[in-house]
């Protein structure tokens, strides 16, 4: 094998946080050679973001390296001493980084082409013109379909598929030897993640450069890399070339996330953790997972339960229509059909996914179930009442009824409100509980039933991990002892260890209260894992619907047969 191209040797990177000092990194280390992906797996907070923002030079104040050495060659100095102005020179030139988030990456006031325009001028001394030439191409090349209309474009004109392809664009504008991408398609659906991830295996053969790959997903990875790093709590525990790491892995760690993602082969009663590996010889971990599988027979048997249960939703053609032009009398002309015609029903106690591209109209949809935002036409029916006659009066008393999960929960949590009050607020409205004492007692007994612990409760958002602060949702939610709730994207954020976690909590919670959930997500594999029966979205109309496994392994239309081979090993 030729010299490597990076080596991370024996780095530790500690941050102080009221004035104690934690580590984030523990003598991590790992070589990347030229023309090779490297993939950088483990959960959140495990070091992996952290390493790679090393190698850039673009730590936090707060993070202070204890140790370490960084070399990139041909230079002969190690990168954690280089002072600024000698890494702003490599920076976008020989190293470049496509951010998780390409929204907030982007200046939202600068138009797309120009930003990467800057990128080029900052390291080349070449004309305008011949720079704006060059984005075009590039535009070209990453498979945006108006490039001319992109690079004119700001940031919220273009969908997160194309935000994405910019921000590839913009790390290749300098031709590097090395691309960092941290989590680039997490928040993408199925079809453009398959797409981005085919884009960047064929631009790193095309423009010759090595990718270091970070993702929490198992499934992205074992498509793109070589070679696999898998890292627990700041340290390497594990690495190898992609197929033994795969097939053979040796850590119980690794072992542990391999198998937290839905299997396509199996369908199991609930998900295995980390943490059921972690304390387990192999074959206790054997016997453990095969006690998870549900036999041919106990899942018809639970689809004939399904079939005899009374219809809790019944929703009739429903739709959303928003106007899209207008002439000069201001009559709408051309309309935009985010849910056209839709029409279906949930049977108690059951749970229906709903899955298709992003902008189908699954979130639309769900909110308008929920009369969150109001349907053009069709009838929402819910245990027998129409919920579009009723009153804002009317709509308040059934709330408590009807539920819903954000895909996003520290962004639909209030962060000046103390959890334990976020958690009792929806109490307060609807008159749930005697007194203030009674209701504090309700939360803490929620908050155990989801896993958190009882001096939690005077905490504040921004204090939570991202799977803590879902749990809270889900304790919120809950608190209202709701029938039915509608899952939009809820557990899409979260790592797979942390994922499975919340999903076996949703199954727990449903059996214990006898729940009815829409489940809205892009992820094929969790929704095989979790669903009764599935729906299937595009744009705006529902093109297929059936039993999860009559889906999966026979669907009629093609589109639904394109959104399960986008996934499939």
């Given at each position: 094998m030729s010299e490597p191209l990076l080596t991370v040797e024996n780095l530790s990177i500690a941050f102080t946080t009221d004035g104690e000092e934690v580590l984030a990194v523990q003598g991590a280390g790992f070589d990347l050679y030229p023309g090779e992906v490297l993939g950088i797996v483990g959960e959140s907070g495990s070091g992996k973001s952290i390493t790679c923002l090393s190698i850039m030079g673009l730590l936090s104040e707060k993070a202070k390296v204890k140790s370490g050495l960084i070399y990139f060659r041909p230079l002969s100095e190690n990168l954690l001493h280089c002072k600024e102005e000698a890494l702003q020179k490599i920076r976008g030139k020989d190293i470049s980084m496509i951010f998780q988030e390409p929204m907030s990456s982007l200046n939202p006031v600068h138009r797309c082409g120009e930003q990467v325009v800057e990128a080029i001028l900052i390291h080349r001394k070449i004309s305008y013109e011949a720079a704006k030439a060059e984005v075009i191409d590039l535009f070209k090349k990453v498979q945006i379909r108006d490039p001319f209309r992109a690079f004119s474009a700001y940031p919220h004109e273009l969908s997160g598929g194309q935000l994405q392809r910019v921000m590839i664009a913009m790390a290749l504008a300098n031709k590097p030897k090395i691309i960092i991408a941290d989590e680039p398609t997490t928040a993408l659906d199925v079809t453009v993640q398959h797409g981005i991830l085919d884009l960047l295996l064929s631009l790193k053969s095309d423009f010759g450069c090595a990718v270091i790959f970070i993702s929490h997903d198992l499934g992205v990875i074992r498509r793109i890399a070589d070679r696999v790093v898998v890292m627990q709590r700041g340290r390497v525990v594990e690495s190898g070339d992609t197929e033994t790491i795969f097939s053979n892995a040796t850590h119980a760690y690794t072992k542990g996330l391999i198998a937290c993602r839905p299997p396509f082969d199996q369908r199991l009663k609930r998900l295995p953790t980390v943490h059921d590996f972690l304390e387990r010889t192999d074959e206790e971990q054997s016997n453990f997972l095969y006690s998870?599988?549900?036999?041919?027979?106990?899942?018809?048997?639970?689809?004939?339960?399904?079939?005899?249960?009374?219809?809790?939703?019944?929703?009739?053609?429903?739709?959303?229509?928003?106007?899209?032009e207008r002439n000069w009398y201001g009559k709408a002309t051309a309309y935009t059909k985010a849910v056209d015609d839709v029409s279906f029903q949930m049977k108690k106690g059951e749970i229906l996914g709903l899955v298709g591209e992003s902008g189908c109209g699954k979130s639309t949809l769900g909110r308008c179930i929920l009369q969150l935002i109001p349907p053009t036409a069709g009838r929402v029916m819910y245990e027998g009442i129409n919920l579009r006659k009723l009153g804002d009066t009317g709509l308040r008393n059934i709330r408590k009824d009807i539920q819903i999960i954000f895909q996003d929960p520290f962004s639909s949590l209030n962060p000046k409100m103390k959890i334990g009050e976020a958690i009792m607020e929806p109490m307060l409205v609807h008159g749930i509980g005697t007194d203030y004492e009674d209701r504090r007692l309700r939360v803490l007994d929620l908050m155990a039933r989801v896993g958190l612990k009882a001096e939690f409760f005077d905490r504040y958002p921004h204090q939570f991990s991202g799977g803590q602060r879902q749990r809270i949702s889900i304790a919120r939610t809950l608190s209202l002892q709701p029938k039915f709730i509608v899952c939009d994207e809820s557990v899409s954020a979260l790592d797979v260890s942390v994922q499975a976690q919340v999903l076996n909590l949703l199954l727990d919670l449903k059996n214990e209260f006898d729940l009815s959930y829409l489940f809205i997500s892009h992820d094929m594999g969790v929704v095989k894992f979790f669903c009764d029966r599935v729906m299937v979205m595009e744009q705006g109309k529902l093109v297929e619907i059936g039993a999860v496994e009559s889906i999966f392994h026979d669907a009629q239309h093609p589109y639904t047969q394109k959104l399960i081979q986008a996934v499939l090993p």
């Open positions: 998870l599988i549900q036999s041919e027979a106990e899942y018809q048997d639970r689809q004939r339960q399904i079939m005899l249960c009374d219809t809790v939703l019944e929703v009739d053609h429903l739709s959303k229509w928003y106007v899209k």
